[in-house]
Structure formats: C-alpha cells, structure tokens
C-alpha cells in the first residue's frame, strides 16, 4: 500500500463519519483559537500596563517624601529633606535629576464658587516644561506668588452654599473666569502655642494670587 492508497483510505474514513469529523475540527479550530486570543490579549494588555506606567513616570521616577513621626522624633540629620539631602541624591548613580516638591492644601475661592486642590511648589527647570494655553508660566523673578492652574481644576468648583457642582451634575461649566477675575486662596488654619502650653487657633486668611497662566488641555484631558 503506498502514499496514495493510505490518503485515499484517510479521507474515506473522514467521509462516512461525517458528523464526527466536523465535531473533530471545530473542536480543534476552537481550541486553537481561544489559545490565540488568549496569548493576544495577555500580550496586548501587558503592553498597555507597560505604556501606562512609563507615560506616568512610576517606571523612571522615584518619590521621597519628608516629614511624618519617624522623622520628626529622630534626632539624626540624616533624615531631613533638606538641600544636602538633594544634593546626595544627584550624586547617586544612575540618577538623572532631582527636582525638589513642596506640597499643601489649599482652598480656591471666586464669589460662590470655591474647591480644594493641592499646590505644588516646583522648581523653575521643571516648572518651565508645563505647555500653557492662556497666560504664561510663573516666574521666580516675577516678584510676587503666582498660581499655574491646571486645565481640569474648574470642573471641581461647587457652589459653597448647597454643595452642587454645575460639571459632574449638567456637564455645564461652573461660572468661574480663573484668569480675568479675582480668586482667593485659603489654607487651613494654624495653631499657635503659648508659653503656658496651651494651643491657640489662628483662622486662615484669604490670599490673592494672580493666576499667571492654565496649563494647555480641555477639561478632559489629563
């Protein structure tokens, strides 16, 4: 019997179990299958895990923090943030920058309208990559504290009085003009200790500072 004979008598076999032999390739189309789809998606999402994280830094970027308990209560210099404290830092290898980040709450404020953000304090090298659509980056020659308002801040603002918040509720903008018209900045209040150990509250006080620019974007993106 050669090559032929044996073909031939295959596909005979195949023929009269006709049932059979579809149930037999369908079965094996989709196993094959689901194993592909498997591995694609696993690839694909591994890959929108890895550009996720590299677009956001969290693969590059390494956040030291100071402050908290620890820090507080210990008596080694070591452990203070301080301007030495960065300067080993870009003496470290593999170290590409070290840009310094002072952060706190604070409360913006335009008539009805207010919301709580945090505000950063960078430098000026990092301060000057920020793209802006109205106004300008703040500078440290300007003379005076300005604000740099990031595109999706005015979707936060709501009506102090009944809690509202025009964005999240109609999709409609909150009347606020970040640019043209005055904003206040409230921070929390502060203690102060009297010398009998006794603590005393300071209310916090509305500052003005100018708004210097928004950074470019629409409220959606990020």
Known sequence: MNFLDIVLMSIGNLWRRKLRTLLTVLGVIIGAT????????????????????????????????????????????DL???????????????????????????????GKWSTWVTIYGIDQQEL??????????????????????????ITNFSNEKTGENPYWETGELPDVDL????IFTKFDSTYETKPDGSQVEIPAKKNIFPVAGIVAG???DY
């Not at 956040?63 to 008596?75: A, F, I, L, T």
């Open 128 to 153: 000057d990559k920020i793209e802006v659509d109205e106004g300008k980056v703040p500078t440290a020659n300007s003379g005076k504290m300005e604000l740099l308002i990031g595109n999706q801040i």
């Open 218 to 220: 629409g409220v959606e």
């Open 179 to 182: 640019m043209e018209k005055k």
């Open 34 to 77: 689901s194993v592909v789809v498997m591995l694609s998606l696993g690839i694909g999402l591994k890959a929108s895990v890895m550009e996720n994280e590299e677009q956001y830094g969290a693969m590059t970027e390494i956040q030291v923090s100071g402050g908290g308990y620890y820090m507080e209560n210990s008596s080694s210099s």
């Open 80 to 110: 203070l943030l301080n301007d030495e404290a960065l300067a080993n830092f870009k003496g470290m290898e593999n170290v590409e920058s070290v840009h310094p980040k002072l952060a706190m709450a604070g409360n913006l404020i335009q």
